[in-house]
């Protein structure tokens, strides 16, 4: 049974291959609870953390929840119905509660081991539609899920290609480069400003090594 009406079949018998991380941006857990259960919204996903680390289930994930909207990833567009949809109650300014990370932290394994989803397919919004989404945003712990295995965080090596080319292997989409040095940074490299430089480069090259696209779409 699911709490949110917003929801449906998974299109093409695809399963999901990834886990998309979003913030709310709203004023408080109970706010978006009440605008992802809103028929009039034609917003859902399938799990909402609170800033206490209550984990609501709002859309069984074996149903196509409306978390992503446009994008794709790894080529494949219908981000929704190759994905598990995660919203954390959270502004977009402040840090992410420890309790919130916590109960992500025990439920991303879970899902995981369901689905068979590998850890380079866990992405955040902005990932997979540039320009569009920010979320979950600069402050959320990425290299924190990474060192539990729960998500990637790329190494500066020797090798250093072409950014753009080395990003898309990895699974972002193709869009203005402008808007692809943003997502990437918003991800990797939060804190770095002004243009494209030899360590975006670097990075992007390591995870279009360790983890090309396919890894990241699995079965899908």
Known sequence: ??????????????????IVLHYTAMSSFEAARERLCD?????????????????????PEELRAWHAGAGSWGGAEDVNSRSIGIELANRGAEPFAAAQMAALERLLPEIMARWAIRPE?????????????????????????????LSVWPEAGE???????????YGYPEVAPDLLLTAFRLRFRPWARGPLDAA??????????????????GAA
Do not use: Q
């Open 121 to 149: 397919g866990i992405i955040g919004h902005s990932d997979m539609a540039p320009g569009r989404k920010s979320d979950p945003g600069p402050r959320f712990d990425w290299r924190r899920l990474a060192l539990a295995g």
């Open 1 to 18: 049974m699911s709490l949110s009406p917003n929801c449906g079949p998974r299109r093409g018998g695809v399963l999901p291959s990834l």
């Open 39 to 59: 028929p009039a919204a034609e917003v859902s996903a399938h799990y909402l953390i609170s800033e206490r680390g209550e984990v609501l289930a709002l859309v």
């Open 200 to 217: 975006d480069a670097a990075l992007a090259a390591d995870l279009a090594r360790r983890f090309p696209v396919d890894g990241a779409r």
């Open 159 to 169: 090798t250093v290609g072409d950014f753009e080319t080395s990003a898309r292997a």
